[in-house]
Structure formats: C-alpha cells, structure tokens
C-alpha cells in the first residue's frame, strides 16, 4: 500500500507540472498549424504569470489575474502577429525578443511595483485557485486501489488543471472537425490555395496567434495562482522551450503532445523526488544536476527517439499575396 501510494504522489506531481506544459504546447500547436512559428511562449508565459500574480495582488481574486494574464499575453501575442505577419519580419527573431522583454520588464515593473526583488506578494489562498474534490471523493477515500487513485490523482486539482487537459480533445475537434481548423491546417501548409478560395491569410494567422495568447496567458496564470502563490523571477525556467520540444516530439497533433507533455513531467517529477537521495552504486547525486536532468532528458529524446518530424510546409515563412 505504501508503495501504491508513493506511485500516487509521483503520478499526482507528474499532472500538476506538466499543465504548463500542456496548455504552452497546444498554444504553439495553433499558431506552428498556422505557419507562425513562435519561439516567445516563454516570454508570453512569463508575462502572464507576472500579470496574474500582481492582478490577484490587487484585487484579491484568481479571476481577475487570469483575465490580466490572458490580456496581457494576447497583447504580445499580436505585437508578434504585426511584427510577422503585417510586417513579414522574421518570426524566430520577433518570438526571441519577446522573450527578452518580458524577462527584463517583470523584473523591473515588480521591483518598482511591490519592493520585493522582482517577485510579488504571497498571495492567500482565497487570491487563488484552490484544489477541487469531485463528487464521492472523500467516500471513496478508503477503498482499495481504486479510492486511492480517484482520490490522490484524480480529484484534487485546481480548475486549471481540469481545463487543461480537456483542452486536448477541444483542440482535436476544433483543428480536426471545424471549418476553423481546416483552414488554419491549409494557411499552414498551402497560403495561396486559401487565399485563392477567398479567406484572408492575415486574418487567420491573427486568430491562431490569438489563441496562442490565450493559452499562454492561462499557463502563466496556472504558475502564479495555482501551482505557485505569486509571481517569482524567471518562474517558468525555460518551460516554453520544453513545451516546443514536447510540440516537435509529438509531431504537431494535440493528443500526442498530452502524452509527450505527461513524459516531460514525469521527468521533472522524479527529478524533484530524488533531489537528496541516495543513488545505488553513485550515491548522492548533486542538487544541481537533478535540476538539469529534465533538460537533459529533453534533449536526448528530441535527438535519439523523435524520428522525422516534419513541419507545416509554410511555416515560417511570410506570405506575399501575389498580384
């Protein structure tokens, strides 16, 4: 039983780590399936969580920070739309210098606005979003294997979390069954063919780049009002680049990247669970390299397990309407 249920705890640490992961790579899936390629969910990630932290700050409601962060996070979003889709400006540079501008400027707006080193105030717990017990949880508690698991994994979590992962087969239905997401497959693949059946190429890439912002802004949220109670310097740590990752690795398809997403969790689980833990035959492993172990790992299944992961053929490339 007690192995059960250090399981448990492990698969439990797994979900809540990777919905930032999750909601970041279905970000990028919109706007990547668009022809935008957007290195700055890092950047929109960050921001958003800033904007939560300091709007729940204020006003005292989780709500009213994941508005901010979604506002905020969109904004950038469309700063990267004009920059490469209005302007054709080079759409890797455009995502790098949001992500540039939002490490510098929450620093400098959360010193100048609370005193406290870049970060926000503790935020109590009515300021956040709190765990959820489902229906029969606490009856079930005590049952055998299944009690356990409906109660430790299941149940629990914040409505975020929830959201996240039914954001996957949302975005299954929207890019797979929806006149939306046909076109935003072909912009992606094909520009011309759609602006020669009369839909607006710019119009679409906005919309994908906007519900960009929006995931990203709730992933940031997440980080400041649920998983975190505030914001913290650089709190992402680089989770917008592995999102990309877990993007690549599932070869651009929402329900494969849950799973790559849940793999790259697993890893900073285990990697947080055996900080100061002895190895056998190694013994104690430095702090410092469990906390690079998940970017490790990144790296090596990108480079050894992927196989060909091809593209959308017109991402990243701006398009010309042609005279």
Same mark, same amino acid.
């Given at each position: ?19 930032? !992961?999750?909601? &970041?790579?279905? #970000? *990028? ?5 668009? @022809?935008?390629?957007? /290195? =700055? %969910?890092?950047?929109?990630? !960050?921001?958003? &969580?800033?904007? #939560? *932290? ?5 006003? @005292?409601?989780?709500? /009213? =920070? %994941?508005?901010?962060?979604? !506002? ?252």
């Amino acid at each position: 039983m007690e192995s059960l249920t250090t399981i448990l705890q492990l698969f439990d640490s797994t979900i809540r780590l990777s919905v930032p !992961l999750l909601l &970041a790579c279905l #970000a *990028g899936l919109y706007s990547e399936r668009a @022809g935008i390629f957007d /290195i =700055g %969910l890092e950047g929109k990630m !960050l921001a958003g &969580a800033f904007a #939560a *932290g300091a709007a729940a700050t204020w006003f @005292g409601s989780a709500y /009213i =920070g %994941l508005f901010a962060a979604v !506002l905020i996070s969109v904004a950038l979003g469309l700063v990267h739309g004009f920059a490469s889709i209005t302007h054709r400006g080079n759409q890797i540079v455009s995502g790098v210098a949001i992500n540039f501008i939002a490490a510098g400027t929450t620093v400098i707006l959360g010193q100048a606005w609370f005193s406290q080193g870049g970060r926000t105030p503790s935020l109590p717990n009515d300021a956040r979003f709190n765990p959820i017990n489902l229906p029969g949880a606490q009856a079930l508690r005590d049952v055998p294997v299944i009690g356990p698991i409906y109660y430790e994994l299941i149940s629990g979590h914040s409505i975020l979390v929830y959201l996240a992962f039914a954001m996957v087969p949302f975005t299954w239905w929207v890019l797979y069954r929806t006149r939306f997401g046909l076109r935003l497959r072909a912009v992606g693949e094909n520009p011309a063919a759609v602006d020669t059946a009369g839909v607006s190429v710019p119009w679409l890439r906005y919309r994908a780049v906007i519900c960009c912002g929006v995931l990203c802004g709730v992933a940031g949220a997440y980080l400041a009002t649920a998983q975190g109670a505030g914001f913290v310097k650089d709190m992402t740590a680089g989770k917008g680049y592995i999102a990309l990752a877990a993007l690549i690795f599932a070869k651009w398809r929402p329900v494969q990247a849950m799973f790559a997403c849940l793999l790259f969790g697993f890893l900073d689980a285990v990697a947080i669970r055996m900080q100061g833990h002895p190895l056998p035959l190694i013994g104690e492993v430095p702090v410092q390299f469990m906390q690079a172990l998940p970017y490790i790992l990144t790296v090596v299944l990108l480079a050894g397990f992927i196989g060909k992961a091809i593209p959308p053929k017109a991402g990243g490339v701006a398009y010309v309407k042609e005279r």
